[in-house]
């Protein structure tokens, strides 16, 4: 293969092989920044430009309807290097301004928040408004607000509608916010600080600084708010979790004490248990109405830690000193996620205490603490080779590193995440970047209650027959997809009403399941809002007391539903306009134009003597017409 285009832009060598569109990987100066392009090479111009964060990612929160993401960086560093100018707004989506300044040859990055599309995966808006790290972020329950909060001592609210700051959040003397919360409504938003033990309420629609809550004797590590009751749940590094009510002047409504320093707090998405996470790798389990203790789960075994290069003790005394630092649990409340300084994600069983899954992170050997035992091979008569400077002998002191190796300081890998778990999928932000684990794998046979009287030959009778409801029962115990979507497509759409009042309630949940994979990839759009408008208005009632069971699959109903609005709301927008364009002008046709102004007695004169050359022109054409015709006949 020869090289047919070769591009050099600001430093960076691209270099594209055959083809119109070319996938590069580049690294700009400086190297650190890890920019993604896709040029054109033709037009000498790029069609697409996408950028991680320049250090780890410390939070994370999904949007309601679980097309977003939204992730929060420790980005604040200064870079010494060559000059270079700031980043511009791509085609595809917002491309933030990433360089604030250069001063002296330093470059100032700023920190980020950045806003990923889960389909997708491509970030398609950064802000930059916070000028020191990022501490948390979350949505409102609307999704269309974000509130993060800083160690510059400020929490700021985005709109996702118009790309922009439109709320700033400050305390009456300056602090650092370590976590932030919003209630269920979106009306008010906490911040617990770092510095001064104490919490922040303001008011999201005035941006009032309404109370400021105090009796922690520490820094405050977590806040959330109860998603069904007006109370407020704050960790804090003094052993304690306090409850704070809403609406009974903002005061302690109970103090949970501890064995040890608390680092997160959650409740469960029913709000009748909450999980705390302390220092001494135990996750305890409260009732928040009597403030009993529950349950305890001892986690200290299941981090399994790595041994540092430049440890001194061996990894499993380490691990005495590491804990889990966010928790989370899943949309049923059966199971909780929790992670922290460790490469492993543990699930747990709520119910039963034990430990469900351990899922690993990072297989990178180039990372620090990834390997349980010391490297002897690195040990030497003159000490450890991870004490020597790889760097220092070569040309102007910078190595050229190999393709997938992390090259420059070596980090500790520790975990600073928020996961969830929503539509059987959870997220985790780590140095790796962020990590997104799905459960969603295809089976090929997975039956339910199947015997030998269900085959497909029955099926495809039953529905010959018209027997609709039992031809649709059998292909949900079959659980083959194809069977399944041809036995509810054969329904006519006038007697789904009556099918959907037929079936068990054991299969409505596995019928909304399929609807809501189904409206991803099929085109029969108004088909499948039928059966779920009906679905829903039949079984309702009886669906509401399984609430907190049918929660995923809801939600998974809804995201799917949320996305083909929004396609079709831009289509129908856009048809609206196109009609109200075409009536309008053919309004202005019909009307009669106003007067123009009379001109001179010479402008009438040759206006009318054109108008008589043009009328014996016609008579010409006319008479040549009617002798062609005769002669036609």
């Not at 608390?262 to 403030?291: C, H, M, Y």
């Not at 039928?530 to 208005?537: A, G, H």
Request: aromatic content about 10%.
């Amino acid at each position: 293969m020869d090289i047919l285009h070769r591009t050099e832009y600001k430093g960076w060598a691209l270099s594209f092989l055959g083809g119109c569109l070319s996938c590069v990987f580049c690294s700009p100066v400086p190297t650190g920044l890890g920019q993604l392009l896709v040029w054109e090479w033709q037009s000498e111009s790029y069609v697409l430009k996408q950028q991680g964060h320049f250090n780890s990612m410390v939070s994370l929160a999904y949007s309601p309807d679980g097309q977003y993401i939204v992730t929060g960086g420790d980005d604040a560093s200064s870079y010494k290097g060559q000059t270079v100018s700031s980043g511009l707004r791509g085609s595809e989506g917002a491309w933030a301004q990433v360089l604030d300044s250069c001063v002296h040859g330093f470059l100032t990055l700023l920190p980020q928040v950045k806003v990923w599309n889960t389909l997708s995966g491509f970030c398609f808006i950064t802000f930059t408004e916070h000028s020191s790290g990022v501490t948390g972020v979350t949505f409102t329950a609307t999704g269309h607000v974000i509130v993060t909060s800083s160690m510059d001592g400020t929490v700021r609210a985005f709109d996702l509608h118009r790309y922009r700051n439109f709320r700033t959040f400050t305390s009456p003397r300056p602090t650092q916010f370590s976590c932030v919360a919003v209630d269920s409504s979106g009306e008010i938003v906490s911040a617990g600080a770092q510095d001064s033990f104490e919490i922040f309420v303001w008011s999201m629609q005035t941006g009032r600084l309404l109370d400021v809550l105090s009796g922690h004797e520490g820094p405050i590590s977590g806040l959330c708010f109860n998603p069904m009751k007006s109370i407020l749940a704050s960790a804090s590094w003094d052993k304690t979790v306090r409850l704070w009510d809403m609406f009974d002047s903002w005061r302690t409504k109970e103090t949970l004490a501890l064995t040890s320093d608390a680092l997160a707090v959650t409740f469960r998405p029913d709000g009748a248990e909450l999980a705390v996470a302390t220092l001494n790798s135990q996750i305890t389990f409260w009732d928040p109405e009597n403030a009993l203790q529950t349950g305890s789960i001892e986690g200290r075994h299941d981090l399994k830690t790595g041994r540092k290069e430049l440890d001194k003790i061996t990894a499993k005394h380490s691990a005495k000193g590491k804990a889990f630092t966010t928790l989370c649990y899943s949309a049923d409340g059966q199971n909780i996620l929790a992670g922290g300084m460790s490469k492993f994600v543990c699930l747990y069983h709520v119910r039963e205490q034990i430990l469900v899954k351990r899922f690993e992170l990072s297989c990178n050997l180039s990372l620090d603490a990834m390997e349980e035992f010391l490297n002897r091979r690195k040990m030497t008569e003159f000490g450890n080779l991870a004490l020597i400077d790889q760097d220092a002998g070569e040309e102007n002191g910078v190595a050229i590193p190999l393709p997938g190796v992390k090259k420059g300081k070596q980090r500790s890998l520790c975990i600073l995440f928020y996961p969830t778990i929503r539509w059987r999928c959870w997220a985790a932000t780590s140095t790796e970047g962020l990590l997104i684990f799905s459960l969603d794998a295809q089976m090929l046979f997975d039956p339910f209650e199947l015997d030998t009287s269900v085959t497909p030959g029955r099926i495809r009778e039953a529905l010959r027959q018209q027997e609709f409801t039992r031809a649709i029962l059998m292909a949900f115990r079959l659980n083959e997809r194809k069977l399944t979507q041809e036995a509810l497509e054969a329904v006519p759409p006038d007697e789904i009403e009556v099918v959907s009042t037929s079936l068990p309630e054991v299969y409505v949940e596995k019928v909304l399941e399929f609807l809501a994979s189904s409206f991803e990839a099929s085109r029969h759009l108004e088909f499948y809002l039928i059966w779920t408008q009906k679905l829903l208005m039949t079984h309702g009632q009886r669906l509401k007391a399984r609430a907190g069971q049918l929660l995923p699959t809801v939600q998974f109903l809804q995201k799917s539903l949320q996305r083909h609005l929004d396609d079709v709301a831009k289509l129908c927008d856009w048809n609206r306009y196109n009609i109200r364009y075409a009536l309008a002008v053919s309004k202005q046709r019909g009307m009669k134009r106003t007067l123009e102004p009379l001109g001179t007695e010479e402008e009438e004169e040759e206006e009318e003597e054109a108008e008589a050359s043009d009328e014996d022109s016609l008579h010409l054409l006319g008479g040549a017409g009617d002798e062609e015709g005769g002669m036609l006949v």
